[in-house]
């Protein structure tokens, strides 16, 4: 008989050591409660992350888990996946891991579309050494590392990932409950690499950084939830967004204009996601920053090709040996 499993079932024994207030308790909390929904048993989960204060996240699910190597979290889960890919397979990484020391790795995953999730932590901050700027920070942001305000140009992960083929590409943030549980459980689902940003609240090294999308002043205006098939509006449903062509304009729905003017979402249009990707560069033009899953497409699996080469070399060859393999023809002698 398989046992009913509850969130508690997926906590584990050992010491929370992220700081208090910090916006990655909301996560872990809602990643735990998701767990046993998916009904699948805890010894075929795994989560894997690189190192940084979000990576500690593997210590806290009582699944199978690594605390890997810096940015290396989807080089690790790559082969996991190719050597077992019955196992679901969760990377947790933050921006500086992800997108700094493993950006490489990052989009290289991505255009391979092994079926894992990708969970990226974005507090536009190096969080564990204290404070550094990383490559989501803004321009001019001022940190340890940039005190006279950041000259770097961040990247925009959502718009990195359709770049890089990515199959699955969503967003939600750490104080949105409900829809953060939502967008986890879309990106369980995907039959791919599922690419999840969740803005979260780094409260000692960069407090607010996402207060105008979460919080109860800026978020109606600054935030737009996309939902498939319905149109884009947001301010309490007094905006909304057109297509003028090829460029997206806000609307004031007051004016006359209807909701069957708006443009649609439709999340497998990769030139529309890429133009939602890109209502991000600066959130003072008046566009709302999306959230939800801005892109959904299928391709095939890594690991299905993979398996797919070995039975079909197999079916031919029969099995290997490896032993004549490493003595066989190929060989030269070094004089
Ligand atoms: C090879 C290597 N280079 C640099 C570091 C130092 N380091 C540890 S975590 C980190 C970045 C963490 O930032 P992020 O991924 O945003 O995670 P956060 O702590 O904010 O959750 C860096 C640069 C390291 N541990 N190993
Ligand atoms: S330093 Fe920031 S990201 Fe790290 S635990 Fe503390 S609040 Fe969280």
């Given at each position: 008989?398989?046992?009913?499993?509850?969130?508690?079932?997926?906590?584990?024994?050992q010491?929370?050591?992220?700081?208090?207030?910090?916006?990655?308790?909301?996560?872990?909390?809602?990643?735990?409660?998701?767990?046993?929904?998916?009904?699948?048993?805890?010894?075929?989960?795994?989560?894997?992350?690189?190192?940084?204060?979000?990576?500690?996240?593997?210590?806290?699910?009582?699944?199978?888990?690594?605390?890997?190597?810096?940015?290396?979290?989807?080089?690790?889960?790559?082969g996991?996946?190719?050597?077992?890919?019955?196992?679901?397979?969760w990377?947790?990484?933050?921006?500086?891991?992800?997108?700094?020391?493993?950006?490489?790795?990052?989009?290289?995953?991505?255009?391979?579309?092994?079926?894992?999730?990708?969970?990226?932590?974005?507090?536009?901050?190096?969080?564990?050494?204290?404070?550094?700027?990383?490559?989501?920070?803004?321009?001019?942001?001022v940190?340890?590392?940039?005190?006279?305000?950041?000259?770097?140009?961040?990247?925009?992960?959502?718009?990195?990932?359709?770049?890089?083929?990515?199959?699955?590409?969503?967003?939600?943030?750490?104080?949105?409950?409900?829809?953060?549980?939502?967008?986890?459980?879309?990106?369980?689902?995907?039959k791919?690499?599922?690419?999840?940003?969740?803005?979260?609240?780094?409260?000692?090294?960069?407090?607010?950084?996402?207060?105008?999308?979460?919080?109860?002043?800026?978020?109606?205006?600054?935030?737009?939830?996309?939902?498939?098939?319905?149109?884009?509006?947001?301010a309490?449903?007094?905006?909304g967004?057109?297509?003028?062509?090829?460029?997206?304009?806000?609307?004031?729905?007051?004016?006359?204009?209807?909701?069957?003017?708006?443009?649609?979402?439709?999340?497998?249009?990769?030139?529309?996601a890429?133009?939602?990707?890109?209502?991000?560069?600066?959130?003072?033009?008046?566009?709302?920053?999306?959230?939800?899953?801005?892109?959904?497409?299928?391709?095939?699996?890594?690991?299905?090709?993979?398996?797919?080469?070995?039975?079909?070399?197999?079916?031919?060859?029969?099995?290997?040996?490896?032993?004549?393999?490493?003595?066989?023809?190929?060989?030269?002698?070094?004089?």
């Open positions: 008989m398989s046992e009913t499993l509850t969130a508690k079932d997926f906590a584990t024994d010491d929370v050591r992220w700081c208090p207030g910090c916006g990655d308790y909301a996560i872990l909390k809602q990643v735990q409660t998701i767990m046993p929904e998916l009904n699948i048993p805890r010894e075929d989960i795994v989560f894997i992350s690189g190192i940084g204060c979000s990576s500690r996240f593997p210590y806290y699910m009582n699944t199978y888990g690594m605390h890997s190597i810096h940015g290396r979290a989807t080089s690790i889960a790559t996991l996946k190719s050597a077992r890919p019955e196992l679901s397979v990377i947790v990484t933050g921006d500086g891991d992800g997108l700094s020391i493993g950006g490489n790795h990052l989009i290289h995953l991505f255009r391979r579309n092994p079926d894992v999730n990708v969970l990226l932590f974005n507090n536009e901050i190096y969080g564990l050494t204290k404070g550094q700027y990383s490559p989501t920070s803004h321009e001019g942001q940190t340890k590392s940039s005190p006279m305000g950041a000259i770097d140009h961040p990247f925009n992960p959502l718009a990195l990932a359709m770049g890089a083929d990515a199959t699955f590409v969503a967003r939600t943030a750490d104080r949105d409950v409900k829809h953060q549980r939502e967008m986890l459980l879309r990106s369980n689902q995907h791919g690499s599922s690419f999840l940003e969740i803005y979260q609240n780094c409260n000692v090294f960069n407090d607010g950084a996402f207060e105008m999308f979460t919080g109860k002043d800026g978020k109606p205006f600054h935030t737009l939830y996309v939902e498939h098939g319905q149109p884009l509006i947001f309490n449903g007094e905006k967004i057109v297509l003028d062509g090829h460029t997206p304009r806000v609307v004031d729905l007051k004016d006359g204009i209807n909701q069957s003017d708006l443009w649609i979402h439709d999340e497998h249009d990769p030139f529309k890429y133009m939602l990707t890109r209502m991000f560069d600066d959130p003072t033009a008046g566009f709302p920053r999306p959230f939800g899953v801005l892109y959904s497409v299928d391709r095939p699996r890594y690991e299905d090709l993979l398996v797919g080469q070995i039975e079909h070399a197999r079916s031919i060859k029969g099995e290997g040996d490896l032993d004549s393999l490493l003595a066989g023809k190929n060989t030269w002698e070094v004089r």
